[in-house]
């Protein structure tokens, strides 16, 4: 896309996707460290990741004030203005999403470090799955990728499922080790909260795909001759 | 629905220098169309086809077909001083004829035929008022000279003046690029109001105003129509990357 005739509307824009991949960027490091408190599990560095939110909220209240600015002085058209409004709602979800890693981080405590729960070791897998979704959201988001975008969308079922299998081993677990039911609930809770950043990413991977093309990732066209032929 | 106004192929010259280039849109009755597009890019000249204001300029040439409900306007018999009471306009600048307010809305309907009597005269000057939203602002003071009034007000004189002859359609030359942003919304306001009675056709340079006041817009670009459509879409998901770059500000 060429630049705009007015070279501080580009810096605009350019400050507001700085501030989105920023915010991802510090989204996913939580996701990761929040992870790592638990495995271990280490309560100092989780309560490190439950202070560092306060970081990806301040950024998301300067997307905030910013997008409010561009829109009221710059008048935005297009896919300029559908930019703006995508950033202003996947800063929205990203936060959310890091909120999720806290809430991760806020379980550590509860987990005993001197018997280690077996299934506990299946969660940083998933955790990586939904964070790579977080990530490739937002690649997408810098690129206007919208075919990344629908590949993000696309993989949500493969994390869902494997919500689904973590949540019947823990089951299982506590039926069988009923003293560890308590714990075992945090470890369900978790899971469940790595399902939700999945289902975030996807909403973030839908405003990517409408900021590039301008129509709903539903509306799409489906199939093509690609896909016949396969 | 058939439209108001319909031009096929439409192309202009100004001696051999090609202004409009084949152009083809059909104008609604009941929609306000816009045409957008950056200086030079034909949208004025296009519009003033729509009332053969361009047989006024010496060098200019029409080519194609322009149909008004369906009646060729540049057919040998068309009677171009009722064609403009039909498709009446309003320019960039107000200009009022140096006569009282009254006189100024008056005129046409005298002319024309449209009231004779002193008192269907004085009905339709007021009627004509009220719908250019000016009544209750110059009902005392219809014998002062429509020059003295507010550039906002001359505007709406203007119309009203259009008005008054009870056209069908109304062609608007960036009627407002003179006025303050007051004045503006108010225009834009009257238009609102006309929609639907009047077919009405707005060239503005003012994207913004594009987007306010119109259900369709055109974008033109070097005497092409670029693009057309709902003004909606344009200005959210236009289809065309000329048009994208022009209404985003990256047009060169």
Redesign the interface.
Known sequence: MADHTVKAFDADIGQLRGMISQMGGLAEDAIGQAMQALARPDPELAARVRADDKAIDAIEAEVERLAVRIIALRAPMAVDLREVVAALKIAAVVERIGDYAKNIAKRVPSIDGEHRIEPISLLPAMARMASDMVRHALDAFAARDAEAAVRVVESDAALDDFYDSIFRTLVTYMVENPRTISQVAHLLFVAKNLERIGDHATNVAEMVYFAATGTQMADRDRGGPDKETR | MTPKISARDVSVFYGAKQAIDHVSIDVDQDNVLAFIGPSGCGKSTFLRTLNRMNDTVASARVSGEILLDGEDIYASGMDVVQLRARVGMVFQKPNPFPKSIYENVAYGPRIHGLATARADLDALVEQSLRRAGLWDEVKDRLTDSGTALSGGQQQRLCIARAIAVDPEVILMDEPCSALDPIATAKIEELIHELKGRYAIVIVTHN??QAARVSQQTAFFHLGQLVEFGRTGDI????REERT??Y??????
């Open positions: 994207m913004q200005f959210t998901n236009p994208r770059d209404i985003t500000g990256r047009y060169g």
